[in-house]
């Protein structure tokens, strides 16, 4: 007979982590996330939902990742890693709302009985579970309470510590293939640095010596892991870490990492008498799984190279190696994007290689570029990767090549299956593929920046009072609804040279993100006014309240 749930145990110590009352949890594509100081009651019943999952999948490693990425510091997270260290099914994620959200713990049992039955879950299973958090000043007390889920249950837990979100992602995936033929490394940080900075140093043999490399590492955990990858690399690539102060107060995320470049587009302040015109630079996010590199032109003007400039870039390089490899048209490379995507790169990879436009989320892009022998994913943010089916692995490893050139890259694409940290779109790995890249190419910033001219865009968000009337289709490039809008931002669209634009709801937060791009800055900018305009007459704002910028 199948084993019951411990249902004392829950008890007793689910009452040490009451749900608070009037907060209502989600569990979206970044997990739960929110202010870290009510989160005790979802670290306690993520770690229950963790270790069901592993049972259900027959003692399966499962991971939980502590984190709000990007987020400020009084945020925290948490999130659940598949076997093969990709994102929770998303048919859990209702599962995992539900359990947060039951009120008491007679409720929260009572759910979890049900659950059990409806998920045909065999308790008798093992369950096995990783967790790490980052550096948020939050994380101890929250993986206190994740433990005593683990606790609850009986779930056989290994604590990987304070690391990023990649290499949590890397360690259960190594787990899940250990003494497999598909076997992924060694499953410690250390196999993870050794994987990658083993695989870099083989890719830039006999290339020229590579100048060093800032990085802002958001003063987060990528401080930390960035110094141990910088030791492996040793003289091969010199790191330059910056913003490494993880253990004062507030500065995480602060003026500094990814987002902040991204969204400012400018240089984190505190870099500003680092950068020299000319040198590279790069920041990480909060939990180094997104990358922004950018650099000064001679004058001192900043550049910032994106997730679109990073996929253009590494794209290219792949397709010209399967070619060198004597692969064209046995292996398929293509590309995935959203609608945020500049128009630019757009253009520019559609010359060269397949590419496919999905809905905004890793999810959907991570899905898109399973479809490809060599998928490629980056979002404009700097979160990405790019994946290898199987069926391409063992191809590249049974492949015959018939010339020396053919032979060398080869090899290149079989290490760069080492270096690419596949799992999850990683910083630390996308930075060595990068600089990669640039020492087989001879380039610096400017010239991988002059690849394609970015089209002037604007983003501009609409608050309204019910964002669920905008409906979207065609990856989130056309309105369905309200009915007749779509035929107006279209009118209004043909106006402008290289006009495009495109309005979509925001998946959190009561507004309408329009975006808008033209071939000149000032028309992008009105084009996007006067679409965020049609937008606010749309819902009945009140003309009176309009913004002057819609005008």
């Keep these: 007979m199948a084993s019951a749930l411990p249902v004392d145990a829950i008890r007793t110590l689910s009452e040490q982590h009451p749900k608070p009352s009037n907060v209502h949890f989600q569990y979206g594509t970044a997990g739960f996330r929110t202010l870290g100081n009510i989160l005790d009651s979802v670290m306690f019943r993520v770690g229950v939902l963790a270790a069901l999952r592993s049972k259900r999948l027959d003692g399966k490693t499962i991971g939980v990742m502590i984190t709000a990425s990007h987020n400020p510091e009084q945020d925290n997270g948490v999130k659940l890693v598949d ?270 290689l397949p590419i496919k436009c999905v809905s905004t989320g890793v999810k959907h892009l991570h899905h898109a570029a399973e479809h490809y022998d060599i998928g490629v994913y980056f979002e404009a943010n700097g979160h990405g990767t790019v994946l290898f089916s199987s069926d391409t692995t063992n191809k590249l490893s049974s492949h015959q090549p018939s010339t020396p050139a053919q032979s060398t890259a080869l090899n290149h694409l079989i290490n760069l299956t080492q270096l690419i940290n596949q799992t999850v779109g990683d910083a630390l790995s996308d930075m060595l593929l990068i600089e990669v890249v640039l020492a087989h190419k001879s380039y610096s910033g400017l010239e991988w920046d002059s690849l394609y001219v970015d089209l002037p865009n604007r983003l501009v968000k609409v608050v309204v009072p019910e964002r669920n009337i905008f409906k979207t289709a065609d990856a989130e490039r056309r309105l369905t609804s309200p009915p007749g809008l779509q035929a107006k931002i279209d009118e209004l669209v043909h106006r402008y040279e290289g006009g495009r634009s495109f309005v979509r709801p925001s998946g959190t937060e009561d507004v309408v993100r329009v975006y808008a791009e033209a071939t000149v800055r000032s028309q992008a900018d009105e084009l996007a006014f006067r679409v965020a305009g049609l937008v606010y007459d749309e819902v009945g704002g009140d003309p009176a309240k309009r913004p002057a910028e819609f005008l």
């Excluded at 309470?145 to 259960?172: D, M, Q, S, W």
């Excluded at 997730?307 to 190696?321: P, Q, R, S």
């Design 83 to 352: 076997p093969r260290g990709e994102m929770l099914e998303a048919a859990w994620e209702v599962h995992a709302t539900n359990l947060a959200n039951a009120a008491t713990t007679d409720a929260f049992v009572d759910a979890l009985d049900a659950f059990v039955k409806t998920a045909k879950i065999d308790l008798s299973k093992p369950a096995r579970v990783v967790y790490a958090r980052d550096t948020r000043p939050s994380g101890p007390a929250l993986i206190a309470a994740l433990e005593h889920g683990f606790k609850a249950i009986g779930a056989e837990a290994r604590n990987a510590g304070v690391t990023t979100t990649p290499v949590l992602h890397y360690l259960v995936k190594a787990i899940n293939t250990k003494g497999t033929k598909e076997e992924y490394g060694v499953d410690s940080e250390e196999g993870y640095l050794q994987k990658l900075s083993t695989a870099f140093k083989k890719l830039v043999a006999g290339k020229p010596a590579i100048p060093p490399l800032v990085i802002d590492c958001a003063n987060g955990v990528g401080a930390i892991v960035g110094e141990k990858l910088g030791a492996h690399l040793g003289d091969t690539l010199k790191l330059l870490l910056h913003n490494t102060a993880i253990d004062t107060a507030g500065a995480l995320n602060h003026a500094c990492g990814a987002d902040f470049v991204k969204t400012s587009q400018r240089l984190p302040p505190s870099l500003a008498s680092v950068l020299q015109p000319g040198q590279r630079g790069c920041s990480l996010d909060g939990d180094a799984d997104r990358l922004i590199y950018y650099y000064l032109d001679d004058r001192g003007q900043f550049h910032m190279l994106d997730g679109d400039k990073i996929a253009a870039l590494v794209a290219a390089f792949i397709v010209e190696l399967t070619k060198s490899a004597g692969l064209e048209g046995e292996i398929q490379v293509g590309i995935v994007q959203t609608a945020y995507a500049n128009g630019g790169s757009t253009k520019y990879l559609a010359e060269r």
